[in-house]
């Protein structure tokens, strides 16, 4: 189950392994499909970390990555931002792409 993010706590729950962030509100109707693909994901796919923010909670986080729409995905790599990604996507497709980051953090 994806746990809810931070400003305050971000480095903390990013500084290790693949974290994927994911950015969404209540009322965005993609947010309502890839949120619970992700939640998904994170339970089979060993190395995949996902955690969320509501930005309507706390605007600070999608300030600090310039997320211009959401859903959007920061995905850390060992504390690091390496990519976003926005927009909803078929979970067949997310899931070779988290398999492809996975194998290229493990390389």
Not at 24 to 39: E, Y
Request: glycine share 6%.
């Amino acid at each position: 189950m994806p746990q809810t993010v931070t400003f305050e706590n971000i480095d903390t729950l990013t500084q290790s392994g693949m974290v994927v962030l994911d950015l969404w509100a209540p009322w965005c109707g993609p947010c309502k499909i890839l949120s619970p693909m992700l939640a998904e994901l994170e339970q089979e796919l060993d190395g995949l970390t996902v955690i969320k923010q509501n930005v309507d909670d706390d605007k600070r986080l999608a300030e600090q990555y310039h997320v211009q729409s959401i859903p959007t995905m920061i995905v850390f790599q060992d504390g690091k931002a390496v990519e976003k990604v926005t927009g909803a996507f078929p979970k067949d497709k997310l899931r070779r792409y988290f398999e492809k980051k996975i194998g290229e953090q493990s390389d």
